[in-house]
């Protein structure tokens, strides 16, 4: 479902005129469901950064700044030195928010998407890549509505 959602992501931003803000809201809605699995305060203040700029309450000096430490985060997490480092959930977690943050919006998703498995106790995803089904159709659902409705507003 990566190369779905990689395929309507390009198709969508071909369209937009502000494509950067449907990647950014994208992927800050991909990592919200997972906000809760997030163990550091810094990270999550972080995720609220991005939705800051969404808003248009910060600058992307700001947007910047926040994914630096993002991605600093993300690789200090206890858990990323482990062998199984991705099937903690609050490290996939963390990297969710840093590639939101970084606009890597497939990456996000896809970081999102392991953290809501493992987050539900599902450490043997790996080898059931159905068990990522659930997430994936609700990503490839929520990008589509999303673009839909950017395209309204822009007029298409």
Same mark, same amino acid.
């Given at each position: 479902?990566?190369?779905?959602?990689?395929?309507?992501?390009?198709?969508?931003? @071909?369209?937009?005129?502000?494509?950067?803000?449907?990647?950014?809201?994208?992927?800050?809605?991909?990592?919200?469901?997972?906000?809760?699995?997030?163990?550091?305060?810094?990270?999550?203040?972080?995720? %609220?950064?991005?939705?800051?700029?969404?808003?248009?309450?910060?600058?992307?000096?700001?947007?910047?700044?926040?994914?630096?430490?993002?991605?600093?985060?993300?690789?200090? $997490?206890?858990? @990323?030195?482990?062998? %199984?480092?991705?099937?903690?959930?609050?490290?996939?977690?963390?990297?969710?928010?840093?590639?939101?943050?970084?606009?890597?919006?497939?990456?996000?998703?896809?970081?999102?998407?392991?953290?809501?498995?493992?987050?539900?106790?599902?450490?043997?995803?790996?080898?059931?890549?159905? @068990?990522?089904?659930?997430?994936? @159709?609700?990503?490839?659902?929520?990008?589509?509505?999303?673009?839909?409705?950017?395209?309204?507003?822009?007029? $298409?």
């Amino acid at each position: 479902m990566t190369d779905a959602l990689a395929s309507i992501l390009k198709d969508c931003e @071909s369209r937009s005129a502000q494509p950067d803000a449907l990647k950014l809201a994208f992927a800050y809605e991909c990592v919200e469901r997972v906000r809760h699995l997030l163990e550091d305060e810094a990270v999550v203040r972080c995720l %609220d950064t991005l939705r800051a700029y969404i808003d248009g309450k910060v600058d992307r000096g700001a947007l910047d700044r926040a994914a630096s430490e993002a991605a600093d985060l993300a690789n200090r $997490h206890q858990g @990323s030195r482990s062998l %199984d480092g991705v099937g903690h959930a609050a490290v996939s977690a963390s990297y969710a928010v840093a590639n939101a943050l970084a606009g890597r919006v497939v990456q996000a998703a896809d970081y999102a998407a392991y953290a809501a498995v493992y987050g539900g106790g599902g450490y043997g995803a790996v080898s059931d890549p159905e @068990s990522f089904a659930p997430e994936k @159709s609700w990503q490839l659902a929520r990008l589509q509505a999303l673009a839909n409705a950017i395209e309204r507003a822009e007029g $298409h």
